[in-house]
């Protein structure tokens, strides 16, 4: 819905733009007409617009003089005037129209208007050659237009583009302030925006841990072990990894919105198979079917709040959806202990979260603006090239006329190409790989820390797990000072490149900044409050200790989140999809495996042991974050994907 109306609103934007150029005026994005101002050259951004009716006598005259000009070329006398003109001296004054030619350029969109009806029977038997006389003379108008245009870049084609001799118009934003780009677009749309995506995150990631609370009802009807059963969440997890490989190439070809409707619409129908699943092999099918499609909204969530904040914006706006994503597959447990524990059967756990998911997809449906910068821009060139009968109008993303399985399949082996070959993708996936492995083995861990030891019920311990809520919201209590810093070394930056005579602009603070959430006793806090929460889950020690404990973990592993996200889309930039994507993978399918695993180790091992041997495993990676801080430029330099920043 928001899609369609917004694509209305870019051709309404490229008509009006057409109508002032062709009035002579200059179209400022609010939608009112000024003075035309001198050219500002084909680096800025500007549409076209459908040619409207001509209504003032000048107009009439032009479209008058256009008409017989269209007729004499068309008619047998024309073609025998024109013949004297060689092709090639033809081609000559297209690509160097005479001053005359560039002031009455705004006269041309006229006769387009007048031209192109002509171009159909009137013209079908007085071709000359292939390429008649009308077609050449549309596409001088197309040339003209991307010249004098600001926002179109006319150039050749590059070799990998496709080379040859054709020229491309390749459209971008109309100027800083484009009010097409979504970074210009007010503080409460880009807060909404956020606000939804983060809300996709939240109702994905319930659904991922929501049916470990059943395991005990549901493995009693299908007749297996509650081992059997806890690989319903873990193949979703699986599938989850899986998914998420799609989702960069689907999302950057089609558009963000479509594979948020299309993607949680398919999520929900697996959904509500798991609810009616007649037995086990059906459920563990259709669970990972759920998991694969609701990764792609997921992973596509993270590129739509890069789409509307600038960098600096991103201290804050990030953390909300970080805290969602972390937030949903806590909120289960919570919900699915109380749904289990009261009168409502086990299925239900599904139904609830089919009814959440509806309500979420309802909301993307009315109001998800389309926030993907290449297939905005692709619309607006839509129009430039419907308007203008040039083909030659292309956005970025369409300069190069590669297809959807290319990038589809560039997107398949590159995340493993990163993992292999980049030490920052291969230690942060490692790293958020071993969080994950913890956070998903207390699904089925909590049962044994709260319940076996002291004596809670599905719904409290269910309720237990709030305790890593707030330490969730303790961690982004450090947006506000984190962003003064940034804000401060960006000023420095910039200062500094004034100096130097350097365009400060251009400056950006190193991916290295990213780490401060990490390095403020985050990576720190996961090993100790394991160790705290592991030997001090006792009978005889208050449930207060092992729940405070789990308040620390909340906090640390949100900071080890924010920091690792951003370091590799700073850090990677244009590959930054591949390495998520690698980081997804990896991460997903070995915690969906320790899922099945966790319940076994509790068993045989204990709670305290089972916690230790966790808390080892992420003292070893928590000096990742300072390692980086450290060595990451050294790193960056020698990468061939990742960005070296000039500071």
């Not at 062709?22 to 609010?30: A, I, M, P």
């Not at 994950?436 to 089925?444: G, K, N, P, V």
């Not at 200790?545 to 620390?552: D, E, G, I, N, Q």
């Not at 998520?580 to 180790?601: K, N, Q």
Request: with cysteine.
């Amino acid at each position: 819905m928001q899609s369609f109306l917004q694509y209305r609103r870019v051709g309404r934007q490229v008509e009006r733009k057409l109508e002032a150029k062709k009035n002579g005026r200059s179209f400022v994005n609010d939608g009112k007409d000024v003075e035309a101002q001198a050219p500002r050259g084909n680096n800025g951004h500007s549409g076209m617009s459908s040619a409207t009716r001509v209504t003032s006598d000048e107009d009439l005259q032009d479209e008058e003089k256009a008409r017989e000009t269209a007729t004499n070329v068309n008619s047998p006398n024309g073609r025998s005037e024109q013949a004297g003109r060689g092709l090639e001296e033809e081609e000559e004054e297209e690509e160097h129209p005479s001053r005359d030619e560039r002031e009455e350029l705004e006269r041309v969109p006229t006769a387009q208007a007048s031209i192109m009806p002509l171009s159909s029977a009137q013209t079908k038997d007085a071709r000359p050659n292939p390429q008649s006389r009308q077609s050449s003379t549309l596409r001088t108008w197309g040339t003209r237009m991307g010249i004098s245009l600001t926002g179109v870049d006319v150039r050749d084609r590059s070799t990998n583009e496709g080379g040859g001799e054709e020229q491309v118009f390749v459209v971008n934003w109309d100027g800083d302030d484009d009010d097409l780009n979504p970074h210009n677009w007010s503080s409460a749309k880009r807060w909404g925006v956020t606000v939804m995506v983060a809300l996709i995150g939240a109702v994905v990631g319930i659904a991922s841990s929501i049916d470990s609370s059943a395991l005990t009802p549901a493995s009693q009807e299908f007749h297996v072990a509650p081992v059997v059963e806890s690989m319903a969440t873990g193949l979703y997890l699986v599938g989850f990894g899986c998914g998420a490989l799609f989702a960069g190439p689907i999302s950057e070809t089609l558009g963000r919105n479509p594979v948020y409707i299309s993607t949680l619409a398919l999520y929900m129908i697996f959904i509500m198979a798991s609810g009616l699943a007649p037995n086990i092999g059906a459920q563990l099918a259709f669970r990972f079917l759920a998991g694969f499609f609701g990764s792609t909204p997921l992973t596509c969530a993270g590129g739509s709040v890069a789409d509307v904040w600038n960098p600096l914006e991103r201290v804050y706006a990030f953390p909300i959806f970080a805290n969602a994503a972390f937030t949903g597959p806590i909120l289960g447990p919570v919900m699915g202990g109380f749904i289990v524990g009261s009168y409502l059967d086990w299925r239900w756990t599904e139904w609830i979260t089919l009814i959440i998911s509806g309500l979420v997809l309802t909301l993307i449906v009315l109001f998800q603006p389309e926030t993907y910068a290449g297939v905005l821009l692709s619309w607006r060139a839509s129009h430039l090239r419907r308007l203008t009968g040039d083909n030659r109008y292309s956005a970025p993303s369409e300069v190069k006329q590669e297809s959807f399985l290319s990038r589809l399949r560039h997107a398949l082996y590159r995340p493993f190409l990163l993992t292999f070959s980049e030490p920052i993708v291969m230690l942060i996936a490692l790293y958020l790989t071993v969080i994950y492995i913890i956070l998903f083995t207390f699904l089925d861990g909590y049962t044994y820390i709260f319940a076996d030891i002291h004596g809670t019920n599905d719904g409290i311990t269910g309720l237990c797990f709030l305790g890593i809520i707030v330490g969730l919201c303790l961690a982004t209590t450090l947006v506000p000072l984190i962003y003064h810093w940034a804000k401060q070394d960006l000023a420095k930056l910039r200062k500094r490149f004034e100096e130097e005579g350097r365009d400060p602009a251009e400056a950006k603070n190193p991916p290295e900044d990213r780490l401060w959430f990490a390095m403020m006793g985050g990576s720190l806090a996961i090993p100790i409050s394991l160790f705290w929460m592991g030997w001090t889950s006792d009978s005889n020690i208050s449930i207060w200790s092992p729940l405070a404990a789990s308040v620390l973990f909340g906090y640390g592993i949100l900071c080890v989140f924010i920091s690792s996200y951003q370091y590799i889309i700073d850090s990677y930039e244009a590959y930054s999809a591949s390495a998520l994507a690698s980081v997804t993978l990896i991460r997903y399918l070995t915690a969906g495996g320790m899922v099945v695993v966790g319940i076994p180790m509790y068993e045989n091992l204990g709670v305290h042991y089972t916690l230790t041997i966790l808390a080892c495993i992420a003292a070893v990676m928590a000096p990742i974050p300072y390692l980086f801080y450290k060595y990451g430029p050294k790193i960056r330099q020698t990468s061939k994907y990742a960005v070296a920043f000039n500071s």
